[in-house]
């Protein structure tokens, strides 16, 4: 199984351009989530979805949009890149015992 | 709301050393889900452990260890005889069921960064 997908892997995007990053996992999970990681810092959850066509909002969801139209992906997308948004962002998926994190996407704002 | 803090920022020791990380949280429920995630220097999570709020015996996987007392609201990790290999920073979570809040996602610590000198 390949588990938790995200692409890319890093990402340098000018202010005020927009890009997605995608995410996908084979594991028929219904719960997935975005989180963000900023340097010295532990993850902050951005965006969870508890099923296909169904998310809402985590701890720090200004800046960004989610969409859940399959039980497989879970797309996350930036209209406005702003500074304010380098970090290293992960997508996780919830099963019964754990949750199982992507690669991470390391994304840069100049 | 919930919250978990590894009060140790950073901690380093020498080789074969035993070494324990902290961590405290905080929640008003009363089932809920304590994790441990290692983050080496590649990037990626890997899951360690998964602890029940009801099962508050200790576990033991090999040279790691986790202390769980509900009484003190803490979840400790211990690494027996240190590696190299075990550099990397770790991370304390929770999670709360069945709360609605966040589709019972993680609440993270900031971290521990362990450092395994040779």
């Known amino acids: 199984n390949a588990g938790v997908t995200q692409t890319p892997k890093f990402r340098i995007l000018k202010i005020g351009q927009s890009m997605t990053l995608q995410c996908a996992q084979d594991?028929?999970?219904?719960?997935m989530y975005w989180y963000r990681q900023d340097p010295g810092m532990g993850l902050k959850l951005i965006y969870y979805?508890?099923?296909?066509?169904?998310?809402d909002k985590g701890e720090v969801p200004n800046g960004y949009n989610v969409s859940r139209s399959t039980t497989e992906d879970f797309p996350l997308r930036l209209e406005l890149a702003a500074p304010s948004q380098t970090s290293v962002y992960f997508c996780?998926?919830?099963?019964?015992?754990?949750?199982?994190f992507g690669q991470g996407t390391r994304l840069t704002v100049v | 709301a919930q919250k978990v803090t590894q009060a140790q920022t950073e901690i380093s020791v020498v080789e074969k050393e035993d070494v324990t990380l902290d961590c405290v949280y905080e929640t008003r429920d009363t089932t809920y889900y304590l994790f441990w995630y290692k983050q080496p220097p590649s990037g990626e999570l890997v899951f360690l452990i998964r602890r029940n709020s009801f099962d508050e015996q200790n576990e033991i996987s090999g040279r790691y260890s986790w202390n769980f007392q509900k009484s003190t609201s803490s979840f400790n990790f211990t690494i027996t005889a240190s590696q190299v290999v075990d550099s990397a920073v770790y991370f304390c979570?929770?999670?709360?069921?069945?709360?609605?809040?966040?589709?019972?996602?993680?609440?993270f610590g900031k971290g521990t960064h362990l450092i395994i000198q040779p």
């Open positions: 979805s508890v099923g296909a066509g169904i998310t």
């Open positions: 594991m028929n999970h219904n719960y």
């Open positions: 979570a929770l999670s709360e069921v069945g709360s609605g809040g966040g589709a019972d996602g993680l609440t």
């Open positions: 996780a998926s919830r099963g019964a015992t754990e949750a199982f």
